[in-house]
Structure formats: C-alpha cells, structure tokens
T-cell receptor, first 114, second 111 residues
Framework: NAGVTQTPKFQVLKTGQSMTLQCAQD?????MYWYRQDPGMGLRLIYY???????DKGEVPNGYNVSRLNKREFSLRLESAAPSQTSVYFC?????????????FGQGTRLTVV | DQQVKQNSPSLSVQEGRISILNCDYT??????FLWYKKYPAEGPTFLIS?????DKNEDGRFTVFLNKSAKHLSLHIVPSQPGDSAVYFC??????????FGAGTRLTVKP
C-alpha cells in the first residue's frame, strides 16, 4: 500500500523555468491538497481539490496552477519559477465528511529555484 | 495572518518525563483539531485529533486537551521517549477542506 506518492523528490530550477509536481494516492480519497513548508511558517495550503473535477485556492495560490486529473492524481504546476518558490512541497489526501479526518502526506519535494 | 500559532519553536525534555506542546488558534469556526508528527526528510504523519464537542482525547501515551473558551489546545506525551523526538504540528479545520497548520515545535527527548 503506497499511500501518497510524490515525484520528483528533489528539483533545481532556474528562474523562469516551468515544471509540474506530480502526486498520486491509492486510498480512494476524495480530497487532495498541496502544501508548502517554509522555515518558521509551518505548512501553508496552496490549492486543494474536494473531489474530482473541482479545485479551490488555499492560503498561498499565487504563482501556481493545479489539475485534478482523476480521483487518484493531483498535479501542481509552476509556470515561471521564482526564487520565492524555493520550498518543500507536500501533497496530501483525506476522506472528508462533516468531521474532517486526518490527511495522509507524501514524502515531499524539495524544490530550489536559483 | 496565522490562524494557528505554536509559540514555542523548540522543547527539550528528559526521557520518562512529560512533554507538553501548546497551540493557540484565532478562528472560532475551527471545530476539529489535529496533531501531526514529522521526522526529517519525511512527510507529516497523523498523531491524534479532537473535535470541538470534546475537551480531551487520549491514545496511549498521547493526550490532547482542548479549551474552547481560551482557543487553546495542548498535546501531552507521557512518558516521553527518545523516539518521540520530532517536529510536532498543530492543525485546525472548520469542517471544510482548508486545514491550517501552526509553525511547528521541535521536541527533543534526551536519554
């Protein structure tokens, strides 16, 4: 049981380059999320998807786009990378009801923009 | 505007003693609270949760207390073990999908 799988694990980009972070879950969860973790800031929500076909902005969406390709996959795209987007990115998934259950996280993607 | 705050960046305790990690929140719409544990180079993993209809939830060595009037929750670990050394994140949800996290507290348990 793989849980939540993120690729790649590490990436270095030049300013202005684009890339897509991939995320897949095999737990049949409805909701998927993208977070970024920065020192002293905790995890901040970038985008989330409550179900297949829907996406919504989180706390820090600027500079990012997302695609909920199907129930399993939720990708995050940086169209024109900036040094401020240097961070560790985590994908997560959860079952959501009236009381939100815990989210399961991937191992993270460490992105450096130079 | 951080709606969930963990004011202690780090905590050090002796093995066998109690660890108390604190968390404050500002949004009165939050009704579900979670603690996550994170080891280096890994994603956070769920530890324990509590809904706003309760004031205490216990799971083995871990207990979470919720004080709604003070908008405060705490995680107690008794007894603390060296393997508990990690970063602990407090998180809160209003029942929708937007779960907010605190900045984390690094716990070190010394043998």
């Amino acid at each position: 049981n793989a849980g939540v799988t993120q690729t790649p694990k590490f990436q270095v980009l030049k300013t202005g380059q684009s890339m897509t972070l991939q995320c897949a879950q095999d737990m049949n969860h409805n909701s998927m999320y993208w977070y970024r973790q920065d020192p002293g800031m905790g995890l901040r929500l970038i985008y989330y998807s409550a179900s297949e076909g829907t996406t919504d902005k989180g706390e820090v969406p600027n500079g990012y786009n997302v695609s909920r390709l199907n129930k399993r996959e939720f990708s995050l795209r940086l169209e024109s990378a900036a040094p401020s987007q240097t961070s560790v990115y985590f994908c997560a998934s959860s079952v959501v009801g009236r009381l939100q259950t815990e989210a399961f996280f991937g191992q993270g993607t460490r992105l450096t923009v130079v | 505007d951080q709606q969930v705050k963990q004011n202690s960046p780090s905590l050090s305790v002796q093995e066998g003693r109690i660890s108390i990690l604190n968390c404050d929140y500002t949004n009165s719409m939050f009704d579900y609270f979670l603690w996550y544990k994170k080891y280096p180079a890994e994603g956070p993993t769920f530890l324990i949760s509590i809904s706003s209809i309760k004031d205490k939830n216990e799971d083995g060595r871990f207990t979470v207390f919720l004080n709604k009037s003070a908008k405060h929750l705490s995680l107690h670990i008794v007894p603390s073990q060296p393997g508990d050394s990690a970063v602990y994140f407090c998180a809160a949800s209003d029942g929708n999908n937007d779960m907010r996290f605190g900045a984390g507290t690094r716990l070190t348990v010394k043998p």
